[in-house]
């Protein structure tokens, strides 16, 4: 598994525009082969800025690059840029491979049942 994170350091005036950017828009993840979630993460408050996080796990790092090469990325990022910038830098990017993966199991009932 592999976890590609993208970190955004969105002026506080900013917040509601960022999200409705990112909520409102098509997604094209779900058809593209390898991935498994994607989750919008909003972190701590700073005196500039609030810390947000795209952050999404693919079945390999192969299937993450193949997905940069892709149309659906082309077509997913083509208004990246535009507009009035939300934001106090371009974003992060943290790349990770999963060394560990540790998950409940849902269809075991707890010990003592």
């Known amino acids: 598994m592999y976890i590609a994170m993208n970190r955004f350091k969105v ?7 960022f999200k409705s950017r990112w909520l409102d828009r098509e997604v094209y993840l779900k058809t593209v082969p390898g991935f498994v979630a994607f989750h919008l ?4 408050d ?6 947000y ?15 940069t090469r892709s149309e659906p990325f082309r077509a997913a990022h083509a208004g990246a840029g535009s507009g009035r910038s ?14 560990q993966e540790i998950t409940v199991d849902h269809d075991v009932a707890p010990a003592g049942r």
């Open 53 to 67: 996080a795209s952050h999404t796990i693919w079945r390999s790092h192969a299937a993450f690059e193949a997905w």
């Open 46 to 51: 700073r005196d500039d800025h609030v810390l």
């Open 41 to 44: 993460l909003k972190g701590p």
């Open 11 to 17: 002026r506080p005036e900013e917040q509601e525009a």
């Open 86 to 99: 939300l934001t106090l830098t371009h974003p992060e990017f943290e790349g990770f491979d999963v060394l």
